[in-house]
C-alpha cells in the first residue's frame, strides 16, 4: 500500500501553511518563505496605518488555522515547510513602513535575526505555546520586534523613507 503524499498544495489550508510552495524550498524553507510575504507588503503598502493593522490581524489569525491543519497533516508540531507564520511576521515587520529596498532589507534581515535567534519572550512562546497558536506566536512576536527596530531606525534618521 502506497503512503499518502505529505505535501499537496491542491489543498488550500496547506497552500497558505506552505507559502504558495516557498516552504518546499530544499534549503532555508524558512527564508525562502518569508519572500510570500512581498505580494501582501507591495499591495497594502498605500493602505492607511489602521487597515495595514487590521490586514496583519487577519493573516495571523487565518496562519493560526492553516499551520495547525498543515501541522496535522505532516503529523509534525512546526515542521520547517510551514511558512506561513514567516509571511504574518515579516508583513508585520514591515506595517507602516514607506518601502525602499534598503527598507526591505534592513526589515527582512532584523526579522530572520529575531525569527532564528528567537531571544527572550519569542523563545518562550516557541517553546511553551503549541497547535497553530505556537506556530504563529513566536512569529508574530519576532515581526513586532522587528517593526519596533525598524521604526526606530527611520526616527532616527538611519533608514530613507
Known amino acids: 500500500m502506497n503512503k499518502p503524499a505529505l505535501f499537496n498544495l491542491k489543498r488550500p489550508h496547506q497552500f497558505f501553511g506552505l507559502g504558495?510552495?516557498?516552504g518546499l524550498a530544499p534549503k532555508a524553507p524558512g527564508t525562502f518563505g518569508t519572500f510570500a510575504a512581498l505580494p501582501f507588503i507591495f499591495t497594502t503598502m498605500y493602505f492607511p496605518l489602521w487597515l495595514?493593522?487590521?490586514?496583519?490581524?487577519?493573516?495571523?489569525?487565518?496562519?493560526?488555522?492553516?499551520?495547525?491543519k498543515t501541522a496535522d497533516d505532516l503529523g509534525v508540531h512546526d515542521h520547517?515547510?510551514?511558512?506561513?507564520?514567516?509571511?504574518?511576521?515579516?508583513?508585520?515587520?514591515?506595517?507602516?513602513?514607506?518601502?525602499?529596498?534598503?527598507?526591505?532589507?534592513?526589515?527582512?534581515l532584523l526579522f530572520r535575526f529575531f525569527d532564528i535567534a528567537k531571544p527572550g519572550p519569542i523563545r518562550?512562546?516557541?517553546?511553551?505555546?503549541?497547535?497553530?497558536?505556537?506556530?504563529?506566536?513566536d512569529d508574530v512576536l519576532?515581526?513586532?520586534f522587528s517593526l519596533i527596530c525598524v521604526q526606530a531606525l527611520f526616527k532616527m534618521g538611519y533608514l530613507p523613507f
Do not use: N
Not at 495595514?52 to 495547525?68: D, L, N, R, T
Not at 520547517?80 to 527582512?108: K, N
Open 124 to 137: 518562550f512562546l516557541d517553546k511553551r505555546v503549541h497547535g497553530g497558536v505556537g506556530i504563529m506566536a
Open 20 to 22: 504558495f510552495g516557498l
Open 142 to 144: 519576532a515581526g513586532i
Open 80 to 108: 520547517p515547510a510551514i511558512v506561513w507564520d514567516e509571511v504574518a511576521g515579516f508583513y508585520i515587520t514591515m506595517i507602516g513602513a514607506a518601502l525602499s529596498w534598503q527598507s526591505l532589507l534592513v526589515g527582512f
Open 52 to 68: 495595514q493593522i487590521v490586514f496583519a490581524v487577519v493573516i495571523s489569525i487565518f496562519g493560526i488555522w492553516a499551520c495547525g
